[in-house]
T-cell receptor, first 112, second 112 residues
């Protein structure tokens, strides 16, 4: 079975802190994605990566950056957390062609 | 603009009853459509996938239909159980490695 893990299920950070969200997949997938999910808005794509050291902006990249130094790991970085970044963050991975995405359990981030 | 619209936004049904969730899309070109189930606080899990040539596909008590001409899909749940309480998300793939297009989901609550 594909397994996508995220470093934390729940996280509480203060405004202005630098936040790292880690995602690891064990199926040697080329593609990895970061989404945020908010009530009434559904899943929105923040960043994605089709290869190591490669990244592409999604629909809402402002305030975020990413890092993919290894194929299995894709990190989401909030350089200076703000309260409007309080959300559920979901990581996903897929093989080439993006035929199906496999999701991690999510990280619920609260910024106070 | 590629969009996926789901209805209703939320639904409450009694245990044992049937229900149908709707998904309309404007994504073009079309590759496939997938229904995900997302339990509260968890990542989405794939229920079924429909390609252009498929009209109906079942997965236990879940039956998905696709009308590629009218760009509509439905998810029918038979003999609902309390464990069916979740959000159901319709996702359309356009092709290649392009990002998936997500609906905002239908929140289903099954009550005893």
């Amino acid at each position: 079975d594909v397994k996508v893990t995220q470093s934390s299920r729940y996280l509480v950070k203060r405004t202005g802190e630098k936040v790292f969200l880690e995602c690891v997949q064990d199926m040697d997938h080329e593609n990895m994605f970061w989404y945020r999910q908010d009530p009434g808005l559904g899943l929105r794509l923040i960043y994605f990566s089709y290869d190591v050291k490669m990244k592409e902006k999604g629909d809402i990249p402002e305030g975020y950056s990413v890092s993919r130094e290894k194929k299995e790991r894709f990190s989401l970085i909030l350089e200076s957390a703000s309260t409007n970044q309080t959300s559920m963050y979901l990581c996903a991975s897929s093989p080439p062609g993006n035929y199906e995405q496999y999701f991690g359990p999510g990280t619920r981030l609260t910024v106070t | 603009k590629n969009q996926v619209e789901q209805s209703p936004q939320s639904l409450i049904i009694l245990e044992g009853k049937n229900c149908t969730l709707q998904c309309n899309y404007t994504v073009s070109p079309f590759s496939n459509l997938r229904w995900y189930k997302q339990d509260t606080g968890r990542g989405p899990v794939s229920l079924t996938i429909m390609t252009f040539s498929e009209n109906t596909k079942s997965n236990g008590r879940y039956t998905a239909t696709l009308d590629a001409d009218t760009k509509q899909s439905s998810l029918h749940i038979t003999a609902s159980q309390l464990s069916d309480s979740a959000s159901y998300i319709c996702v359309v793939r356009s092709g290649g490695n392009t990002p998936l297009v997500f609906g905002k989901g239908t929140r289903l609550s099954v009550i005893a």
